[in-house]
């Protein structure tokens, strides 16, 4: 059983920025579009900080790591990317980032599941060589955090959501496959500013303080860095 749960309109949201994102990529020069559209996609990995988060798990007995530590978690992308000239590209990305932690206790098993999704508008600087070009910039944009945990007296599970906004500082390197397909690898800085996680009834989730032992709410704010390997098509 699961309550609380507004993916579809979050999906569409998402799907709405890189529709718009796409179509004024092919509108904004005709005449050149062939020469600088790309459209590319991949997976990569990140190395995130996420206190509140960690706070939570370790008060309740989940996962294994220590206060003020990092995790890292699975983060697939895709994307399209327009040059307005030579040196400088704008675009619109999304990003889809998640993790898992499991604990045991007396009561049971209980699981806590993180998923980010991340519309974003880009703008990057271009250097162009001969079968090869260098990125560097960031994106920007208004994300969405889901949270769920499973109870250990049941199988149900409570979906919890959140919003805020975020971004991220890049820089990637494409070289030449072939005549329109390039390897893109990069590395990327974030931070996302996410509140806290509601439930549908508007409850919230918290933990609580080791030092004033009081109960805290639980955000899903993070920083983080990372690498990733994708696919680059030019039209």
């Not at 906004?165 to 690898?185: H, I, Q």
Request: net charge neutral; proline share 2%; charged share 15%.
């Amino acid at each position: 059983m699961k309550t609380g749960d507004s993916t579809s309109p979050r999906l569409g949201y998402a799907f709405r920025v890189l529709l718009l994102g796409a179509a004024i990529l092919m509108t904004i020069s005709r005449e050149s579009y062939a020469q600088r559209v790309s459209a590319y996609g991949g997976l990569g990995v990140n190395y995130y900080k996420a206190n509140s988060i960690t706070n939570f798990l370790n008060s309740n007995g989940i996962g294994s790591v220590r206060p003020g530590g990092c995790t890292s978690a699975v983060q697939f992308f895709l994307g399209a990317g327009y040059a307005v000239t030579s040196d400088w590209e704008v675009g619109a990305e999304l990003d889809y980032m998640i993790n898992s932690y499991t604990g045991n206790s007396g009561l049971g098993s209980q699981q806590v599941s993180l998923s980010y999704l991340i519309p974003s508008l880009t703008v990057r600087r271009l250097i162009r060589g001969e079968g090869y070009s260098l990125r560097f910039g960031g994106a920007f944009g208004y994300h969405f955090g889901s949270l769920s945990v499973s109870s250990p007296y049941s199988n149900q599970t409570q979906d919890y959501t959140a919003t805020g906004f975020g971004m991220k500082l890049d820089g990637s390197l494409d070289t030449k496959l072939d005549e329109k397909l390039y390897a893109r690898v990069g590395v990327h800085v974030v931070a996302e500013l996410i509140g806290q996680p509601k439930a549908a009834d508007g409850s919230g989730l918290t933990y609580t303080d080791y030092y004033s032992g009081g109960q805290t709410a639980v955000n899903m704010e993070f920083v983080g860095a990372g690498v990733s390997l994708g696919l680059v098509y030019y039209f």
